[in-house]
């Protein structure tokens, strides 16, 4: 921005001689043709440099609003990252509250399965006395 007001000051420099030189002009007094060359090239060179300078700053603004809308795309999948994320560690507690629900039907199945075994054992000794008569009959 610096560059910007040292090139607004030497334009205002350069009109200050052109305006001083158009009144030696309407006054009679002859200003050389070489002071009014120079005038004029050092306006017509801070006008070029004022256009570069500008054309830099519209440059400069071009970038910094494609890397805000870059920011904003990546803010925007960060987002969408987190909630995926929080979805499928919603849905992995869920699975684990399932499998330790299963565990604990297996366990119960397992108990009931050796109740029913140790039942059937214990049929099949009453019963035995009974079928070895059977057999000796």
């Known amino acids: 921005m610096s560059d910007i007001s040292e090139l607004e000051g030497r ?6 001689r052109i305006g001083q ?8 007094t002859g200003i050389s043709t070489e002071d009014l060359a120079e005038a004029q090239g050092v306006a017509d060179a801070a006008r070029a440099e004022a256009q570069a300078s500008a054309e830099r700053a519209e440059a ?16 925007m999948a960060g987002a969408q990252l987190r909630e995926r994320v929080g979805s499928l560690k919603s849905m992995k507690e ?14 119960a ?14 049929l099949i000794a009453a019963l035995e006395p009974l079928v070895q008569e059977q057999a000796d009959a």
């Open 11 to 16: 334009i205002a420099a350069a009109m200050v």
């Open 21 to 28: 030189a158009v009144e030696t002009i309407g006054t009679g």
């Open 60 to 75: 400069a603004e071009a970038e910094v609003l494609r890397l805000q809308q870059a920011l904003e795309t990546e803010t």
């Open 94 to 107: 869920r699975q684990q509250e399932r499998i330790a629900e299963l565990e604990t039907e297996l366990e």
């Open 109 to 122: 199945e397992a108990e009931q399965r050796g109740a029913d075994r140790a039942e059937l054992d214990g």
